[in-house]
């Protein structure tokens, strides 16, 4: 049975996501060829200890890292490395922190510099999906709504969404149900209520869906190598519609 969260409980997530969201912003400036993955994780890591915050994936089932770093044709959870990013990639940078008992998640894909035509639609392609996403997160509608939202938009313009990784429940936890898949068919699946806190995820590829898994045991990368882009917000359904917890720049 999902959990819905008290006006309390969500003021808690809120103040975790403001950490998220000043997290991200803060990278942002620091993304520029010559950028090492690791540096990122390392800026991300100082940002949540200066918040007075902890990293909610470092630890968590053995991933090493504060911060989720994604390039090109890393769909989600690319572990920080040597790799200095270079003019012309794409990169996915998530986060999670917890605050007080309380989660909160989110995520952005970063253009290195002057990007090709195509990586550039792909990112504006998947950030648009999430907005879309979200805008279907109300009382009453359905996860398919979400779901459906966010596949017609990538396939729309011409893309794919990926099937293996979804979107989460959040809130005690970092992982909760419900699952949000990026595929699904309108007024389907769990009825959407006020009180329930969700991580939207859109994970959309340049070209096949299909993905593969890294021998890391964490890295998933597209398995026809063409790049792919990753948005998340995390957000609370609330009498007056879906609420952006963790709304950045």
């Known amino acids: 049975m999902i959990q819905l969260k008290s006006e309390a409980e ?7 996501s403001k950490i998220v969201a000043g997290v991200l912003e803060g990278l942002k400036s620091f993304v520029k060829p010559g950028c ?39 769909v989600v959870h690319g572990i920080p490395n040597d790799y200095r990013l270079k003019e012309g990639d794409i990169v996915g940078l998530d986060v999670g922190v917890e605050l007080d008992g309380y989660y909160s998640d989110a995520a952005i894909t ?11 639609k792909l990112v504006e392609v998947t950030r648009e999906a999430l907005y879309k996403a979200i805008d279907k997160a109300q009382p009453s509608g359905r996860i398919g709504d979400i779901s459906y939202a966010i596949q017609s ?6 893309f794919s969404v990926v099937r293996d990784y979804v979107g989460h429940g959040i809130g005690t936890n970092v992982h909760e149900e419900p699952g949000i ?9 769990l009825k959407l ?12 590829n340049m070209g096949d869906w ?20 990753h948005f998340e917000h995390t957000i609370a359904i609330t009498d007056n519609g879906p609420e952006i917890l963790t709304k950045y720049g």
């Open 181 to 189: 898949p990026n595929f699904g068919q309108p007024n389907t699946g």
């Open 10 to 16: 969500i003021q808690n997530i809120r103040k975790a």
């Open 36 to 74: 090492s993955t690791k540096d990122l994780d390392k800026k991300a890591e100082q940002f949540i200890e200066k918040a007075k915050a902890t990293p909610a994936f470092k630890g968590y089932r053995g991933y090493p890292a504060c911060l989720c770093t994604s390039v090109n044709d890393a």
């Open 110 to 120: 970063v253009c290195v510099g002057k990007v090709s035509s195509q990586a550039k």
């Open 153 to 158: 938009c990538a396939e729309g313009n011409g």
């Open 210 to 229: 299909r993905v593969k898994l890294l021998d890391d045991g964490w890295t998933a990368v597209t398995t026809d190598g063409k790049p792919s882009a």
């Open 193 to 204: 209520k006020v009180g329930m806190a969700l991580a939207i995820e859109t994970m959309v």
